[in-house]
């Protein structure tokens, strides 16, 4: 058997089998040999095994932390809402609605002028002429130009169906001129819409009851709102055994105010323009909704 032959210093060591200059690659063109890139791949290990027992044992302190979290009774441990929402399960969140009732304090008319003609150009001088004549009066009622606004101006064609040759033909040209009158005034109402049909428009529709000022309304609906949602929180905390503690969150839903008109459009030539048509003001209904949530106590 032939015997192991000793390394020289500095040579390095696979296995048992020292590598020799003879075995040894030749060195890259870097300058770096087999034994220097050998002992980097040794270094790079030792690196990495470093790392990994750094990361198992953050591992094992977080794990113990959380364990030592959950066995404590001093926090309380949340718990899913009927909507997703996570929440602490010692509260209780119920919702309220309110709802009042105020006059209105603008009143909207929407006055249409309508005019055919053979062809488009005549309908549409006709009816420029006729709109005209119908905001001279009501500017001479005392209306400020400013709360008289046109709201659509359109020129179209109409034809007639003929059930027996199955085909359209062409009958006139329509045009079509409207404006949004705004009144604050709600007296006036019923004047200017006889002024309007006598100057000449030819359907009136309206009125549409607003209230621009509604702050005061929603505050009151929102009060109410909020009344019936913690007599709501106190009922169930009642029935639970528990009683109401402080308010953790308050959260409003949205307010609304839907406007108001008459059902039907009325047509000009229903009404004598010497007269002011009756009206009287309907009240709006102002809705408000909260949301409470309550802390629990025993």
């Not at 005392?142 to 027996?164: F, M």
């Not at 329509?174 to 404006?179: D, G, H, K, T, V």
């Not at 009344?227 to 839903?253: N, P, W, Y």
Request: aromatic share 4%; hydrophobic share 45%; charged share 20%.
């Amino acid at each position: 058997m032939a015997a192991a032959r000793n390394p020289r210093p500095g040579a390095a060591v696979i296995g048992s089998q020292p590598i020799t200059k003879a075995d040894e690659a030749p060195p890259r063109p870097d300058g770096t040999t087999q034994e220097d890139r050998l002992m980097s791949s040794f270094t790079t290990m030792k690196h990495w095994k470093h790392r990994a027992a750094l990361a198992a044992t953050a591992t094992v302190v977080l794990a113990a932390i959380i364990v030592a979290g959950c066995a404590s009774g001093d926090a309380t441990p949340p718990a899913a809402g009927v909507d997703g929402t996570v929440q602490p399960i010692d509260t209780v969140t119920v919702s309220g609605q309110g709802m009042v009732k105020a006059g209105p304090d603008e009143a909207v008319l929407t006055v249409m002028v309508e005019n055919d003609a053979p062809d488009a150009a005549q309908a549409l001088d006709a009816n420029s002429k006729q709109m005209t004549a119908v905001l001279d009066r009501l500017k001479a009622e005392g209306l400020d130009e400013s709360v008289l606004q046109t709201a659509n101006v359109a020129v179209y064609p109409n034809r007639v169906y003929n059930p027996d040759t199955g085909k359209e033909s062409l009958e006139s040209y329509r045009a079509q001129n409207s404006i949004r009158v705004t009144l604050t005034d709600l007296s006036k109402v019923g004047g200017i819409f006889a002024a309007a049909t006598e100057a000449g428009a030819n359907n009136v529709m309206g009125p549409e009851w607003r209230l621009n000022d509604d702050t005061a309304a929603v505050g009151q609906a929102l009060d109410e709102a909020f009344s019936r949602a913690r007599a709501k929180a106190e009922a169930l905390a009642t029935a639970a055994g528990l009683k109401l503690g402080d308010l953790v969150l308050m959260q409003e839903s949205g307010s609304t105010m839907p406007p108001v008109m008459y059902e039907e459009a009325t047509k000009a030539a229903a009404f004598d323009g010497a007269m002011a048509v009756p009206i009287n003001p309907l009240d709006l209904e102002i809705n408000a909704s909260v949301t409470l949530t309550y802390r629990l106590a025993k």
